[in-house]
């Protein structure tokens, strides 16, 4: 029996600047709910992720802040990831492009490709500031959209319109460095023939058809439009150097970041099988097994590399097995109140930043509300009114009471204890049925990717929870029979086991409290376990507020 495996990754961030709530919508926040339910069911799971410290956009952090890019990025790398941890965002590992063995592992991929005849070296005219003395890949330099006319488009990538720049096409351009205006000169680069592979990226998109269709149809757009051959090489110093030490023509030459970056998924991985001392080489179980599903959380700027560039880079390993998945969401926009809805934005300082939200506020409402909204296809916005509303009128007022009332009844009135089920009514019948289903009803909706429709049919059950308890009153019953007073406590406190359990992958930190008020083994309080009866008699743990109610901020 040939064991399953799922490589779950969420896309790398730049190690130059602080997460905002657009970052964890986007990626981290779908894919610490995937991996959360799949360890729930007992799956295999390698969940990877990582910063990405090379390339344009950290050394252009470096320069802004006098430093150097590796401090930059040691800096940024280590405040991401208290930032992950205080969302209870769980990666099993977090790796860096800058660390061992990322720039090994990423000369082997290189060489590789150019051993299988997927690279070529071409002459090619080039921006260069003359003031600044420097080629201008990517990032150092921007203008006017070719694709789109946005007036803020960088040299990699249109934010506005998601497609990858010809640099040399930017209308207006100018250095980022010094604000000049650049000029042309000539300088060689190492292309990756990406249209060698357009045949076999289509027959792979088009067997998809699980996909989203945002991903889908952008990826046909482009190879309908034709894929160029990409310039994967740029002189910078500030990257892995490409690894043709014969070639007079490499020297000073680095490797794209958009290159290595995704390499990052697996060397991270290989890193990790070495460190857990299962050794480097396992990483290939991960990688090259067609029994392992790798799956690649992204946001919809990331789709171009992922859903292309990625998959033919593995191609040309000719080892490698595709990805099954690239869930990408799209962006998020934010509102603050008394404000206009705008897009996120870093440099306007219009953002929510993570590290300063988890200095107010409890991590399980962010992840609540950023899934309640999450643009999984199309563009949402993060509403800061609806945040502190939806945190009341649903996770206090719904999922919280529900819990708090019944555990708090049970630790009056029955001892503390699990109360015995005696002889059962027709809606104690109804009730337990419909918690019995929950679990696969849920686990359906993750598995299709669809991470807000599963937490609806969870708010739904703690709903129609809160109406069982309020017909069933066992505050009158307790007066008048005790016995069915028991029955409907005890139905009550297995429908919140169910309910903390389904939950779990969204609200981590309230299932935690849940499983401790239930007084739950570890075992019991997993995916499979989900619907089974808890012990009768057992006591209970100490009742615990789940969700804070939160005030409106002042105007
Ligand atoms: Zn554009």
Known sequence: MPERKFTVTAALPYS???????????????????VRYLRSRGEDVAFICGSDDYGVPVALTARKEGKTPRQVSDHYRKVQKADFKGLGIEFDTYGGTSKPPHDEISRQF????????????????????????????????????HHCQSPDARGDQCETCGRQIDPELLEQPRSTV?????????????????????????????????????VRN?????????????????????????PLESDPDAEGKVLYVWFDAPIGYVSFTADWCERVGRGRGDYEKWWKNPQSEIVHFIGEDNVVFHALMWPAML?????????????????????????DERKISKSRGNAIWIG??????????????LTMIAPEDQRTTFKFDDFINRNNDELVACLGNLVHRTITFAHKYCEGKIPTRGSISQEDRSRLEATSKLPDIVAGRLEDYGFKAALHEIMAAARETNRYFDMRKPWVLRKENMEECKTVLNVLLNTIKTLGVVAEPFLPFAAAKISSMLACEECEFSWHAAAQALPENRPLGEAEILFAKLEHPEA
């Open 110 to 145: 290189f060489l590789k490709a150019h051993e299988n005849g997927y690279l070529e070296k071409r002459r090619q005219k080039q921006l260069f500031d003359p003031e600044a003395q420097m080629f201008l890949p990517d990032r150092y330099v921007e203008g006017i959209c």
């Open 315 to 339: 191609m040309a390993q000719e080892d490698f097995e595709l990805p099954s998945q690239i869930p990408a969401n799209c962006f998020l926009n934010v509102q603050f109140p008394g404000e």
């Open 178 to 214: 010094t604000g000049a205006r650049p000029e042309i000169r000539e300088t060689v680069h190492w292309f990756f023939l990406l249209s060698k592979f357009e045949d076999r990226l289509r027959d792979w998109i088009e067997s998809h058809t699980e996909w989203r269709p945002m």
């Open 16 to 34: 130059n600047g602080r997460l905002h709530v657009g970052h964890i919508a986007g990626c981290y926040l779908p894919a610490d709910t995937f």
């Open 218 to 242: 952008f990826a046909r757009g482009l190879l309908d439009a034709g894929l160029p051959d990409r310039a994967i090489t740029r002189d910078l110093e500030w990257g892995i150097p490409v």
């Open 356 to 369: 300063e939200y988890l200095s107010s506020y409890d991590p399980d409402p962010l992840r609540y509300y």
